[in-house]
Nanobody, 126 residues
Framework: QVQLVESGGGSVQAGGSLRLSCVAS????????MGWFRQAPGKEREGVAT???????TYYADSVKGRFTISQDNAKNTYLQLNSLKPEDTAMYYC????????????????????WGQGTQVTVSS
């Protein structure tokens, strides 16, 4: 089992920045892919960014490319830097972990992720 705890969400004005953190515990050696997903009210869950542990390959949704950055400083801590925030970025952001192929990890698809955190809310006002 892997436990994930997110933090760092909040309310900011458009153009502002936030840094989300995800701390993993438990059997993290069984995972090789970390991701950030988001879901706004009335909308489907969206894969925001993922990172494949071997080689550090990353995936970004088109809507966040150039503004968000996923990073890790070790196997336990994964971050999502959110810059130039827009009102449409408002959502609950979830950290997720998986053991999957590089191709699936970099597809941004949530179905491969078996471990999820509780989420942290990001609200961007115009």
């Amino acid at each position: 089992q892997v436990q994930l705890v997110e933090s760092g969400g909040g309310s900011v004005q458009a153009g502002g920045s936030l840094r989300l953190s995800c701390v993993a515990s438990g059997y993290i050696g069984g995972t090789n892919c970390m991701g950030w997903f988001r879901q706004a009210p009335g909308k489907e869950r969206e894969g925001v960014a993922t990172v494949y542990a071997v080689g550090g390959y990353t995936y970004y949704a088109d809507s966040v490319k150039g503004r968000f950055t996923i990073s890790q400083d070790n196997a336990k801590n994964t971050y999502l830097q959110l810059n130039s925030l827009k009102p449409e970025d408002t959502a609950m952001y979830y950290c997720a972990a998986a053991r999957t192929s590089k191709e699936w990890c970099l597809s941004g698809t949530g179905s491969q992720f078996g471990y999820w955190g509780q989420g942290t809310q990001v609200t961007v006002s115009s």
